[in-house]
C-alpha cells in the first residue's frame, strides 16, 4: 500500500463545470440509430419506433447534450434527404461509413428523441461536400419562425415551432484524408470564417466551433488550430478537440495515464488559442470543445466493397474495467480544465464505441464505461477544484514517471465531490482528502469502478457482471477523509 494526498481550498479554483462537459454523439454509424435507438416493432418502442428502454439508459447517463449527425457522416450528407414525408425520402449510399442510408431518421425525428432524453441539440453541417450557402439553408430552416420558404417548409413538415440550434460544428475533422471533402489548413479556415459571419448574420446569438486537428498525432497539429483562428478568432466560440485511446500490446500503465495526454493535449491547444489572441490584440476568448472523445480500439472493421448494408455491425467495442477506469481518469482531465474545455461530447452513446448496448429484438445494457460518466454528469456541479495533490510516481512506456493517482474535485454549496484514480496496477492507495479549509460537514460516501478481474466486461449473457461498487473502506478524522482505492480503480468521493 501507499501513501497519497489532496488538499482542497476554495481558492484552488479551476472554473465553472459547465453543464455542456457531459454531452454525447449520435452519429448516422452502424446501429447506432437503426438497431440502436430506433427500432420499430421492438417491445419498448413507441409508436415513434425509438426504443424506450433506450431512453432510460440514455437520461440515466446524463447527457446534456448530443452532437448529431457526424461526424464523417456529415461531410457526405444533405440534410434536405432528412425531412418531409419518411416514405419520401431517397435511399443514399454513406461512403464514409461504406454503408446504405435509409433516411428514416432526420432532424425532426431525432430532435423528437433529444425530448425524449431530455438532451439539447448540437447540429453539424456539411464542409465537405458542401458548404456555406447548405449551412445557411439548414440554419433558416432550423431557427427561422416563418415568413420564408425553408421556416415555411419546416412548419409543413410538422414543426411548428423552430428547433432554436444554439450550439452548431463547422463541419468534422476537415484536415483528415479519410474525410470526404478534406481541406488544407488556410481552405477550410477561410471557409469557416466566411460561413460563421454569414450564419451570424441571421441569428446573432450561436455557439459555433471550428474544427481543430482530427487528433494531437496530425502532421499539421498546432499549425492547423493557428491558422483556423487567425481567421475565424472573431467569429468562432470553440475550437474542437478529438481524441482516442485504448491499450497496446498490454501496455496498461500507459494506458492508466491516457489523462496525461489529454491534459498535455488541451493546454497545448489554450497556448496556440492565446497566442493568436495576443497578436490580434483581442480581448475575445475562445474556449475548447472536446467533442468527440473516449475508448476506442479502432480494430479497423471493413466492409466488402461489393457489399451496401444497412445498419452494419461496426466499432461495437466491449469495454473492459479497465477501460471503465481510463475513461474516469479523462472525466478527471476534462474537470481539471473547466477553466477552458466548456463542451465535451462522449463519443458515441449507443451501440458504436458506447456505453449503452442494445439487442435487436432484446435488451439494452449499460456498458463498464456507462457508470464513471454517469456518476460524474450527476455529481460534478458548481465549481472545479484542482487542489493540491501529492502522490508517488509509476513508470510508464510512453508518458515516462506519471503520478501514481490523479484527482479534481467539485465544490457546490456546501457539497463536494472528489474524482480519483489509482492508476497502479498491483498497490492499493490510501488516499487522503484533507478539506478542512473548506468548511463543509454532512455524510461521506465513496462510490466506484474496480475488480479483482480487470479485464471483466458487461455482455448480453452477463449484462451486470460489472457495475458501481460501494467502497466501505472510508474514515473521517475532523477535517480528513481517508478511503483506500484498490489498484486500477476510479472512485467518487461526495462529502455533504
Known amino acids: 500500500m501507499f501513501q497519497a494526498s489532496l488538499k482542497l481550498h476554495s481558492a484552488f479554483t479551476v472554473g465553472p463545470v459547465s453543464r455542456e462537459l457531459f ?7 452502424g446501429r447506432h440509430i437503426y438497431g440502436g435507438i430506433y427500432e420499430p416493432g421492438h417491445p419498448t418502442a413507441g409508436a415513434d419506433g425509438f426504443r424506450r428502454d433506450v431512453v432510460d439508459l440514455v437520461r440515466e447517463l446524463g447527457i446534456s447534450h448530443v452532437r448529431y449527425p457526424g461526424g464523417n457522416f456529415v461531410s457526405g450528407h444533405d440534410w434536405e434527404d432528412g425531412v418531409g414525408p419518411i416514405e419520401d425520402r431517397p435511399r443514399r449510399l454513406d461512403p464514409a461509413w461504406h454503408s446504405i442510408e435509409t433516411n428514416e431518421v432526420g432532424l425532426h425525428e431525432f430532435s423528437d428523441w433529444l425530448d425524449l432524453v431530455g438532451s439539447e441539440l448540437m447540429l453539424a453541417a456539411n464542409f465537405g461536400t458542401r458548404g456555406t450557402r447548405e449551412a445557411l439553408h439548414l440554419l433558416e430552416y432550423a431557427n427561422i419562425p416563418s415568413g420564408t420558404t425553408r421556416s415555411d417548409a419546416r412548419r409543413e413538415n410538422g414543426r411548428e415551432e423552430p428547433f432554436d440550434v444554439r450550439m452548431w460544428c463547422l463541419g468534422n475533422e476537415m484536415d483528415g484524408d479519410w474525410q470526404i471533402g478534406s481541406k488544407t489548413a488556410d481552405e477550410y479556415a477561410r471557409l469557416a470564417a ?14 459555433l466551433a471550428a474544427c481543430g486537428s482530427s487528433w494531437r498525432g496530425m502532421p499539421t497539429f498546432g499549425v492547423w488550430e493557428r491558422t483556423v483562428l487567425e481567421h475565424a478568432f472573431d467569429q468562432i466560440d470553440y475550437i474542437s478537440c478529438h481524441a ?3 491499450e497496446e500490446d ?8 491516457s489523462g496525461v495526454d489529454m491534459d498535455d493535449f488541451i493546454e497545448s491547444v489554450v497556448h496556440t ?5 495576443a497578436v490580434k490584440r483581442s480581448d475575445r476568448r475562445i474556449d475548447i470543445s ?5 475508448i476506442w480500439y479502432q480494430a479497423g472493421e471493413t466492409l466488402a466493397v461489393d457489399s451496401w448494408p444497412v445498419a452494419p455491425r461496426l466499432l461495437e467495442d466491449q469495454y473492459s474495467v479497465t477501460d471503465a477506469v481510463v475513461l474516469g481518469g479523462l472525466l478527471i482531465s476534462l474537470l481539471k480544465h473547466a477553466d477552458r474545455v466548456k463542451a465535451a461530447n462522449l463519443a ?20 463498464t464505461t456507462f457508470f464513471p460518466f454517469a456518476t460524474t454528469s450527476r455529481l460534478a456541479t458548481g465549481t472545479a477544484l484542482r487542489g493540491v495533490l501529492d502522490a508517488p510516481e509509476v513508470a510508464t512506456a510512453k508518458f515516462g514517471d506519471v503520478p501514481a493517482v490523479d484527482a479534481v474535485a467539485t465544490l457546490d454549496g456546501d457539497r463536494a465531490a472528489v474524482f480519483v ?14 478539506i478542512a479549509a473548506l468548511g463543509i460537514d454532512g455524510p461521506v460516501r465513496a462510490q466506484g469502478i474496480w475488480d479483482e478481474d480487470r479485464h471483466a466486461k458487461n455482455t448480453l449473457d452477463a449484462p451486470e457482471r460489472v457495475t458501481l461498487r460501494e467502497n466501505t473502506k472510508v474514515g473521517r478524522e475532523n477535517g480528513t477523509i481517508t478511503v483506500e482505492l484498490p489498484p486500477v480503480s476510479w472512485t467518487c468521493v461526495t462529502i455533504g
Not at 250 to 257: K, N, P, T
Not at 273 to 277: M, N
Not at 290 to 294: I, L, M, R, V, Y
Open 23 to 29: 454531452g454525447g454523439f449520435v452519429e448516422h454509424l
Open 194 to 207: 466566411v460561413t460563421a459571419r454569414a450564419m451570424r448574420a441571421i441569428d446573432q446569438d450561436l455557439k
Open 250 to 257: 498490454g501496455d496498461v500503465a500507459s494506458f492508466l495515464a
Open 421 to 434: 484514480l489509482n492508476r497502479s496496477v498491483d498497490d492499493t492507495a490510501r488516499f487522503t482528502i484533507d
Open 273 to 277: 488559442i492565446e497566442h493568436v489572441r
Open 290 to 294: 472536446f467533442d468527440e472523445w473516449n
Open 348 to 367: 458515441q452513446l449507443v451501440n458504436v464505441i458506447a456505453p449503452i448496448m442494445t439487442e435487436p429484438g432484446g435488451p439494452a445494457w449499460r456498458q
Open 244 to 246: 482516442y485511446y485504448h
